[in-house]
């Protein structure tokens, strides 16, 4: 069971809604003088309903955590029925297993008040209801994160029958789909500096389709973390096998905007568009991101709202491009 805060999911809304108390004077008694944040924490876990929230108290000017609660707010029987054998009096708020401190019992008496008031009664203040209703924010935003992966994810593989994404000419299924495992482990391999195994991906799909385009232009991302002449090389070769192989112009245009070339990158990058199939979202929809952050870059801003548009076309999810339209000027 792993845990996310709250104001790390949902910013805004934490913002507005995360409590805290301040102590204004050293006492004898009390925890030392200062603000405490009550920062919530949620489960992550999609297929877990566990209903409770883990609070961390934390020292705003010290920057320091403090304790740690737990506020459970449903029956012994619930938890014992989905495996969680709280040893405390449930509902109600206790010090989270491992997180004693000299304050811990201060807290638990202060966060007991904010969520059943002076009385004890078990009664929810509106506190109380905030943070369940909290929690099933917490939850409708990871699934709806999770669509977000999955639809990219869906993206990202060309269904069987459609133009490869190569630009080969040829069928998805008939073409790269042999080796595309072998690509995708070579391109994580190589984002994780593991430089060796990414050549050995790539040299099996190279003994499954021989020296292609695509296979040219995956070694040369592999060596552009480590060998920028060699990257080059197989740069070139992969244009000189198939000279519309758009994600080499992609990285040209990638390229040209480290240099500062500007103009060089805008062609490259509408190269890469002109050439990758229409049903590729997923790399298109890459492409008018960088597209629009050239444009932006130099002061072309109406170009740069049309690409990050049509960007958002491409991928309804990409939170990059709805930021930036909106950042600018423009909503949508």
């Given amino acids: 069971m792993t845990f996310q805060s709250f104001q790390e999911l949902l ?54 955590q403090v304790t740690r609660l737990r506020y459970c707010w449903e029956t012994k029987s619930y938890y014992d029925k989905i495996g969680l054998a709280f040893r405390e009096d449930v509902p109600g708020v206790f010090v989270d297993f491992g997180y004693s401190s000299p304050y811990s019992k201060y807290f638990v008496k202060a966060f007991e008040e904010m969520c059943y008031g002076n009385a004890h009664s078990k009664s929810e203040t509106e506190y109380a209801k905030r943070l369940k209703r909290h929690y099933q924010q917490f939850r409708e935003q990871l699934k709806n994160n999770q669509r977000d992966v999955d639809e990219a994810a869906e993206q990202m593989i060309p269904q069987p029958y459609s133009p490869c994404t190569c630009a080969s000419g040829k069928k998805f299924k008939f073409c790269c789909k042999p080796i595309f495992h072998c690509v995708v482990e070579a391109m994580c391999a190589a984002e994780d500096g593991l430089h060796e195994e990414a050549l050995q991906w790539i040299s099996k799909a190279e003994k499954i389709v021989g020296n292609t385009a695509e296979v040219l232009c995956r070694k040369a991302i592999i060596y552009s973390f480590t060998d920028r002449q060699r990257y080059v090389e197989y740069l070139q070769k992969c244009l000189e096998v198939n000279p519309q192989h758009p994600r080499a112009h992609y990285l040209k245009g990638i390229d040209s905007n480290k240099k500062g070339d500007y103009e060089a990158a805008i062609a490259a990058y509408l190269k890469a568009i002109q050439y990758y199939p229409s049903t590729d979202h997923y790399h298109l929809n890459e492409v008018y991101n960088n597209l629009a952050n050239v444009y932006h870059q130099i002061g072309e801003h109406t170009k740069a709202i049309a690409a990050w548009k049509t960007a958002l076309e491409y991928s309804s999810t990409d939170k990059m491009a709805r930021m930036n339209l909106q950042k600018f000027g423009t909503s949508i």
């Fill in 11 to 64: 910013p805004e809304i934490a913002e507005n809604e995360t409590r805290s108390i301040t102590i204004l004077q050293n006492a004898s008694g009390l925890p030392p003088a200062g603000q405490y944040m009550f920062i919530e924490l949620f489960c992550t876990e999609l297929d877990c309903d566990c209903r409770n929230v883990m609070i961390v108290v934390f020292h705003v000017e010290k920057e320091l």
